[in-house]
């Protein structure tokens, strides 16, 4: 793994952005694999940023989230698909039909996993691969468990995330399910980027770089990734 360790959220996301732009000035057509949460939102600001100074275009990229919440409709607020439109799609150049999410509504939910899985593959596989890191060490919507998940798959989340998440739900009311990209999924892109900032993150980082490779620690697994890079501040790094 290669770890580097910032004095800012600031710097970090500045870091990933120019990993990201890079690549598709390269590769105009790049596969992108996206996160949401509070973790990659200013790497978000900073490529709106380098697209408004004509720094990069988004025209052929194509996109894929992590994750979708079940049973809340697209078009909530608190949805990752409003959240991706909020934060980043609907200030780029990007074709919103090139942009993918697991659909956590659909009547079967097999058949979605297994959809999804499909589109990934034949579109050639996720270059680059953002991810956020849970206090738990999950990776995507993949809780600690007895296993490593494989492809996409439903989810019950744990108390653990649901505590973390509920701040966005004005109701109270958070969903107790998602769909995830499962970590074979993850593990399958061809580079991946964690970022983690804050202290409450430092025991999941902790673990993932220092700690045993175990699905308890979904996080562990990036240890043999040939090329997972973790962006982090030095509060998320004090258990290093
Ligand atoms: P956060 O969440 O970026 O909002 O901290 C990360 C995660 O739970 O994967």
């Given at each position: 793994m290669d770890l580097r360790i910032f004095d800012s959220a600031a710097e970090i996301a500045r870091a990933a952005s120019e990993i990201f732009v890079q690549h598709i000035k390269k590769f105009p057509n790049a596969c992108l694999g996206l996160a949401t949460g509070a973790s990659p939102l200013e790497t978000y600001r900073c490529l709106i940023e380098d697209y408004q100074k004509g720094l990069?275009?988004?025209?052929?990229v194509r996109t894929f989230n992590l994750d979708e919440y079940c049973?809340?409709?697209?078009?909530?607020?608190?949805?990752y698909h409003s959240f991706m439109k909020d934060n980043l799609f609907s200030h780029i150049d990007i074709s919103m039909e090139n942009t993918h999410f697991p659909n956590?509504?659909?009547?079967?939910m097999e058949a979605e996993c297994k959809r999804y899985d499909q589109l990934i593959l034949s579109s050639g596989g996720i270059d680059i691969q953002l991810l956020g890191i849970g206090v738990?060490?999950?990776?995507?919507?993949?809780?600690?468990?007895?296993v490593f998940s494989e492809g996409t798959n439903k989810v019950r989340l744990t108390e653990s995330t649901i505590r973390s998440n509920k701040i966005y739900f004005q109701d109270g009311k958070m969903p107790t399910y998602a769909v995830t990209m499962g970590i074979g999924s993850i593990m399958n892109a061809k580079k991946i980027i964690l970022l983690a900032i804050g202290e409450g993150k430092a025991e999941a980082i902790r673990r993932t770089v220092k700690?045993?490779?175990?699905p308890n620690c979904p996080?562990?697994?990036?240890?043999?990734?040939p090329d997972a890079t973790l962006l982090i501040d030095r509060e998320a790094a004090k258990k290093l």
């Open positions: 990069v275009s988004f025209r052929q049973d809340l409709p697209e078009e909530d607020k608190n949805s956590g509504n659909a009547a079967d738990n060490g999950h990776i995507g919507f993949n809780e600690p468990s007895d700690g045993e490779l175990t996080a562990s697994i990036l240890q043999k990734h």
